[in-house]
């Protein structure tokens, strides 16, 4: 019922605004109007999502998992550090801290440098955890946790996996436990923890993060309903024999995680997120969220390669709802190309009415459609300050986090459209850890394309100023973030 | 079944639907529309004068100057001749334009659009031996109705 609600509200918000161009355009027929219409279109549906997702997870009501209140049986559990190059020697140390008896530790080893190798030796004899290391990185982090699968996986009725940043407060596994070990649960197969970040002492991580609570309130809204994925790969538990059974993680995949969820709903097995708090660390410096923001793209797009007939349409939806959110990153930077090319080229190349074409194109953004999705794009900030209010996130911090957000959105324009169109194009994928990453040319050349990108605009909005004050006016809240968001940047990155 | 076949079917179903909806409504609307003026329009046609002159009386420049300075308001002189078109706009006596070309395929806008006429433009292509498909739009340049008559060598429309 709820996931006809759902996608019958994203297409009517939609319609409307397609309606409503529509009716501006005529059914403008020429290159730039169905151009246009492709980038309205792209940017109309990702906006219907996010209202949608937002109204739906203030209306509706939390159901949470039942558990136990005190734990009757000590069940063997086994954590799983995954590591690739990027150890936290904190992070890791801090895993022997749980209060539980019954439990071991293992870190799965895909690591590369001899130096990581070492410490990873020095720590695991003083912690006495048990390394499990393997020949290749064939199938990458899903490989990696089917190994010790096929190794261990006999001797534990459970195991968490742990991302090489992930911290855990010292009852994490009883928490846990109480919510596997409950008898109404049985079909729960995987219980994902509520992820909050522990390096916010650091700028970027800290403004980036401020909005976390809001998604963690979302999420365990919508994925109750199947209308979002429930699982993240990370500060999760799982039942060993059911992932034994269901035949470990896919490999295919480089999302393993939400392929094993599709996996694992096929089987008519359920992931719920929990209410217990895990922690792991926001990237860094914005060059390690970049590169993450292009994987993620990529790999969500990946799994639309999936194949099944038995997935429910609730998944279905929220694998296209994903691959569209990524998808529609190429069309933001069409729509900004459009929007200089249009300056120029309206109608026809003529250099004479280049001054009537720029005010043609200027008046883009003037238009009742544009004001309509401005008007939602608004809607969405507030509905999202709401949340912020409510969930005692300040008021200042929420906004910081938006105009900072947008400059950081501007500047991925580029890098993200760029990796999904060459992943689109050549179909190839590698997972590279973030924080294991060096800039390699192709990275300067995107920030040089966005630099470019960057001056036009200011050149635009010098000319919009003295022309059209109205329009800057209008569009000052998407502008002001991304002719400042050099600055913005510069201080993320020191 | 591929989870992007559903990825595809689901965009094109939102833009289908986006599109459908829109262009539903708009010919509803333009129907209902047209369908008021054609109404208004054929009960004047109805009334109209409609002379059909052979081609000696149309040559007769003296005769033909008088019936048109005769007509108080729009009148339309089409001549249909050898797969090519003459048409002599008018109003109250008075030339507007003259149009003459080969018969073309579909319907081109005219230029003749008068705000103080009754009927603006008429299209002539060729329907089948005999026959011609008269077009009528309004001031708005949307289109009123069809009309197919008999073809005689001349045909004078008289609009009041």
């Known amino acids: ?494 | 079944m591929k989870l992007y076949y559903y990825f595809f079917i689901f965009i094109i179903l939102s833009v289908t639907i986006s599109i459908s909806i829109f262009l539903i409504a708009g010919e509803f609307k333009k129907e209902k529309q047209l369908l008021n003026e054609y109404n208004i329009l054929i009960k004047k046609i109805q009334k109209a004068k409609r002379l059909n002159l052979n081609k000696d009386e149309f040559n007769d420049k003296i005769k033909l100057e008088k019936i048109i300075k005769e007509q108080p308001k729009l009148c339309i002189i089409v001549n249909i001749d050898l797969g090519e078109k003459k048409i002599y706009y008018y109003n109250s006596g008075s030339l507007i334009a003259t149009e003459s070309s080969k018969f073309g395929k579909g319907i081109k806008q005219r230029e003749y659009f008068r705000s103080d006429s009754t009927v603006f433009a008429i299209t002539y292509p060729i329907y089948e031996e005999n026959f011609a498909l008269v077009t009528y739009y309004n001031t708005n340049k949307q289109k009123l109705g069809e009309e197919k008559v008999i073809i005689p060598p001349y045909l004078i429309y008289v609009l009041y």
Request: hydrophobic residues 45%; aromatic residues 18%.
């Open chain 1, 1 to 494: 019922m709820v996931i006809f609600i759902y996608t019958t509200f994203v297409l009517l918000l939609h319609t409307i605004v397609s309606a409503l161009w529509l009716k501006w355009t005529e059914l403008n027929l020429s290159i730039f109007g169905v151009l246009f219409f492709i980038v309205i279109q792209g940017i109309s549906l990702q906006l219907s999502f996010s209202i949608c997702e937002l109204l739906l997870s203030i209306f509706l009501p939390l159901k949470g998992l039942s558990y136990l209140n005190e734990l009757n049986a000590t069940p063997n559990i086994a954590i799983l550090y995954t590591v690739c190059d990027d150890l936290d020697k904190d992070a890791l140390s801090e895993l022997s801290r749980q209060d539980y008896i019954n439990y071991k530790i293992f870190v799965l080893d895909d690591s590369e440098r001899y130096e990581t190798k070492q410490k990873i030796n020095e720590l695991a004899e003083y912690y006495n955890f048990t390394i499990v290391r393997r020949k290749s990185r064939s199938g990458y982090k899903a490989g990696n946790l089917n190994n010790w699968l096929k190794l261990y996986s006999k001797n534990f009725d459970y195991f968490i996996v742990a991302d090489s940043d992930s911290k855990f407060f010292s009852s994490f596994i009883r928490d846990m436990l109480k919510y596997g070990e409950h008898p109404s649960n049985y079909n729960v197969i995987v219980f994902q923890s509520k992820l909050l970040y522990w390096n916010t002492n650091m700028y970027y991580p800290k403004v980036m993060s401020t909005i976390q609570p809001i998604s963690n309130f979302c999420i365990e809204k919508l994925s109750q309903n199947d209308l979002i994925y429930s699982l993240y790969g990370r500060n999760s538990m799982y039942r060993t024999a059911k992932i034994f059974e269901v035949g470990g993680f896919p490999e295919d995949y480089i999302a393993e995680d939400f392929a094993l969820q599709l996996r694992l709903r096929e089987k008519g097995y359920l992931c719920r997120i929990v209410n217990i708090v895990s922690y792991e660390a926001y990237p860094a410096i914005l060059k390690y969220n970049r590169k993450r923001m292009q994987r993620w793209a990529c790999q969500t797009i990946q799994l639309l390669k999936y194949q099944s007939k038995r997935i429910p349409l609730p998944l279905i939806i929220a694998s296209i709802r994903n691959a569209h959110y990524y998808l529609v990153w190429p069309f933001y930077l069409l729509g900004l190309c459009l929007f200089f090319a249009s300056s120029l080229l309206y109608g026809e190349f003529n250099l004479g009415k280049m001054f009537n074409n720029f005010v043609i194109g200027i008046n883009f953004l003037f238009h009742p459609v544009a004001i309509f999705l401005i008007g939602i794009f608004l809607f969405q900030i507030i509905i999202r300050a709401y949340l912020a209010l409510k969930l005692k996130i300040p008021l200042m911090s929420y906004l910081k986090h938006c105009l900072y957000s947008m400059a950081e959105g501007f500047y991925l324009i580029v890098p993200v459209s760029f990796s999904i169109i060459h992943y689109l194009i050549f179909t190839k994928l590698e997972f590279n850890p973030t924080q294991s990453i060096v800039l390699s040319k192709k990275d300067r050349a995107y920030n040089s394309l966005w630099l470019i990108i960057f001056y036009i605009l200011w050149f635009f909005t010098i000319l919009t100023v003295i022309i059209m004050p109205i329009n800057f006016i209008l569009n000052s809240f998407w502008l002001i973030p991304a002719l400042l968001s050099p600055i913005l940047l510069w201080r993320f990155d020191h």
